[in-house]
């Protein structure tokens, strides 16, 4: 079954998405939002090599951009990659906290990464920055 068929059909349609996206990130490349939206579609499209890529280099540009760690940790649970998602949430928390912003996205979807692993003890110390 290809990517295609897999994501029910309409390959030309996904074309055109990956065409916007690409296009948007040709005229800002330093945009870590349009990386994310991008490596999210690519993940959709089981692409993830290049999705990996994506999400790497929006971190590469501000690596404390929760959408992009909250995304990339979904990516890399899917992927049984457990402890690079620790690592991305506790790098968003602590970066986000020294920086004076708000974490909570990141330890709200932390918390419930280690509750779904059974870490409960865990999960209870990162419910507060």
Not at 10 to 31: F, H, M, N
Not at 50 to 76: K, Q, S, W
């Given at each position: 079954m290809s990517v295609n068929e897999k994501n029910g059909g309409?390959?030309?349609?996904?074309?055109?998405?990956?065409?916007?996206?690409?296009?948007?990130?040709?005229?800002?490349?330093?945009?870590p939002q349009l990386w994310c939206g991008y490596s999210t579609l690519l993940v959709r499209l089981g692409r993830t090599a290049?999705?990996?890529?994506?999400?790497?280099?929006?971190?590469?540009?501000?690596?404390?951009?929760?959408?992009?760690?909250?995304?990339?940790?979904?990516?890399?649970?899917?992927?049984?990659k457990n402890d690079l998602v620790c690592e991305l949430y506790e790098r968003a928390i602590r970066g986000n906290v020294a920086a004076d912003i708000s974490p909570v996205t990141a330890m709200s979807n932390y918390g419930h990464f280690l509750c779904r692993r059974g870490d409960f003890d865990r999960a209870v110390k990162h419910d507060t920055p």
């Open positions: 309409g390959g030309e349609e996904k074309e055109g998405e990956v065409l916007i996206w690409t296009r948007a990130l040709a005229s800002r490349p330093r945009d290049e999705a990996v890529e994506g999400f790497e280099r929006a971190l590469a540009i501000d690596p404390h951009h929760m959408a992009t760690i909250c995304n990339y940790a979904v990516f890399m649970e899917q992927q049984g």
